[in-house]
Nanobody, 120 residues
Framework: QVQLVESGGGLVQPGGSLRLSCAASGFTFSSYAMSWYRQAPGKERELVAR????????NYVASVKGRFTIFRDNAKNTVYLQMNSLKPEDTAVYYC?????????????WGQGTQVTVSS
């Protein structure tokens, strides 16, 4: 049974920090690229950050570059999103995503999401 369980969300003041975690089980974590997406009320879900299966490639949406860091621990089957200098516009539900693409097709899994609220 595949599971992606996010944690670490909450309420934080502007300028503050949070670290999100996503614990994976039920699949070969080290073979999947891992991503964090977010969806704010009334907006489409957007890719925030992605890390390759071996951690060699990182991608960030422009609005979080220099503030957010994605990293993974394949020994713990966990991916993290360190969020610093948070802004009110970072408020959203954050989702963990696992993706593997091969000749035979794509396998993709989603977590249930964790709420991040940036407000004074």
């Amino acid at each position: 049974q595949v599971q992606l369980v996010e944690s670490g969300g909450g309420l934080v003041q502007p300028g503050g920090s949070l670290r999100l975690s996503c614990a994976a089980s039920g699949f070969t974590f080290s073979s999947y690229a891992m991503s964090w997406y977010r969806q704010a009320p009334g907006k489409e879900r957007e890719l925030v950050a992605r890390i390759a299966s071996d951690g060699s490639t990182l991608n960030y949406v422009a609005s979080v570059k220099g503030r957010f860091t994605i990293f993974r621990d394949n020994a713990k089957n966990t991916v993290y999103l360190q969020m610093n200098s948070l802004k009110p516009e970072d408020t959203a539900v954050y989702y963990c995503n696992a993706l593997s693409v091969s000749y035979f097709g794509a396998d993709e899994y989603w977590g249930q999401g964790t709420q991040v609220t940036v407000s004074s």
